[in-house]
Structure formats: structure tokens, C-alpha cells
């Protein structure tokens, strides 16, 4: 049982670049998250999914986009990354009651 | 609407009592608390239900108001594994699913 796993760990993208956050979580779990994390900031709300087909914005979706076609996954697309993308990013997924967080990826756009 | 969180940090001895506050401005269903350790991601510690239900942490407790909107942390004779920043996390009546986070309280024991 490797719950939620997040790759790559560690990312540098130049300007204008796009790239794709993968996440997956063998739990089993219809409810699932991403967070974007900035020093001192605490965790803001990218994009979630309720299940397989279903996703809605959070607190801030500008930039970025997302699809849910398994239960198992949820990967985040930015399509064109700017300087203020730089963050480190953490998927997670909610059974009955917790939300388990994968390991982070940490994102350099210069 | 993110939460508040106070205080923004606390700096402990080994044994003594700490409290974090969170605060919302919006009618909740739920308050989760988190503790996230430098470089590592948050690990769930407790959930506390509107009704007055709580699951979560044997060690560390918790309350929840909800006329008042504010739930508040107790760590008592704390540890040094307790050093770490905690987020609470709200979840609104309209039960959406959505989990919004405060900005955290940074929390260090020293020996």
C-alpha cells in the first residue's frame, strides 16, 4: 500500500514551458486534492475531484488544469509556467475522515 | 475564506502547554488540524465534526465552537516530536468537500 505518490520530486521549468504533475493513490478514494504551498502562506486550494469525471476549482485554479479519469489519478497540467508557479505543490486524497498528502513536488520556473 | 491562525508561532520548553486558535469568518461543518515537519508533507491529527464529534490523536485534544466559528489546538506537556507547523483546515456546512487551510502556526519545543 504506497498511498498517495507524487512525481517528479523536483522540477525546474524555464518560462513558457508546460509539464504535467502526476499523482495517484491506491486507496481506493473518491475525494481527491491539489495544494499548492508557499513559505508562510499555508496550503491554497489548486483544483479537487470528487470522483472519476468530476473536478471543480479551488481557492486559486488560474494557470493550471486538471483531469480525474480513473479513481486512481489525478495529474495537474500548467500550460504555460510563469515565475509565480514556483511552489512546492502536494496532492492528496480523503477517505472517511483524513487527508493523506503524497510527498510533494517542488517546482522552479525561471 | 481561509482561516485565521494564532499565534503565528510559539517557541516551547519540553513539558510546558501550548494552544493554537483558528478562526473563521463563515459557518463550519468541520475543523481538521495537521502538523507538517520542515520538508516533509502534513500528516493528518484530528478532526472535529460539527455536533461535537472528534476522531483523531490519543495524545493531543481539541475543541470546537461552532456558534463562534473557532476551533483551538491543545498540546499539553509537549513533547520535542511536536515541533513542527500546524494548519487547521475548514470545511463549510454546504458541504462541498472543499478543505481550505489557514496559513499555519509554527510551533518549536526545546529541550
Known amino acids: 500500500n504506497a498511498g498517495v505518490t507524487q512525481t517528479p520530486k523536483f522540477r525546474i521549468l524555464k518560462i513558457g514551458q508546460s509539464m504535467t504533475l502526476q499523482c495517484a493513490q491506491d486507496m481506493n478514494h473518491n475525494y481527491m486534492y491539489w495544494y499548492r504551498q508557499d513559505p508562510g502562506m499555508g496550503l491554497k486550494l489548486i483544483y479537487y475531484?470528487?470522483?472519476?469525471?468530476?473536478?471543480d476549482k479551488g481557492e486559486v485554479p488560474n494557470g493550471y488544469n486538471v483531469s480525474r479519469s480513473t479513481t486512481e489519478d489525478f495529474p495537474l497540467r500548467l500550460e504555460l509556467a510563469a515565475p509565480s508557479q514556483t511552489s512546492v505543490y502536494f496532492c492528496?486524497?480523503?477517505?472517511?475522515?483524513?487527508?493523506?498528502f503524497g510527498p510533494g513536488t517542488r517546482l522552479l520556473v525561471l | 475564506q481561509q482561516p485565521v491562525q494564532s499565534p503565528q508561532a510559539v517557541i516551547l520548553r519540553e513539558g510546558e502547554d501550548a494552544v493554537i486558535n483558528c478562526s473563521s469568518s463563515k459557518a463550519l461543518y468541520s475543523v481538521h488540524w495537521y502538523r507538517q515537519k520542515h520538508g516533509e508533507a502534513p500528516i493528518f491529527l484530528m478532526i472535529?465534526?460539527?455536533?461535537?464529534e472528534q476522531k483523531g490523536h490519543d495524545k493531543i485534544s481539541a475543541s470546537f465552537n461552532e456558534k463562534k466559528q473557532q476551533s483551538s489546538l491543545y498540546l499539553t506537556a509537549s513533547q520535542l516530536s511536536y515541533s513542527g507547523t500546524y494548519f487547521c483546515?475548514?470545511?463549510?456546512?454546504?458541504?462541498?468537500?472543499?478543505?481550505?487551510f489557514g496559513k499555519g502556526t509554527r510551533l518549536h519545543i526545546l529541550p
Open positions: 472535529l465534526l460539527k455536533g461535537g
Open positions: 492528496a486524497s480523503k477517505g472517511e475522515v483524513a487527508q493523506y
Open positions: 475531484s470528487v470522483g472519476a469525471g468530476i473536478t
Open positions: 483546515g475548514t470545511e463549510s456546512p454546504h458541504r462541498d468537500d472543499k478543505i481550505i
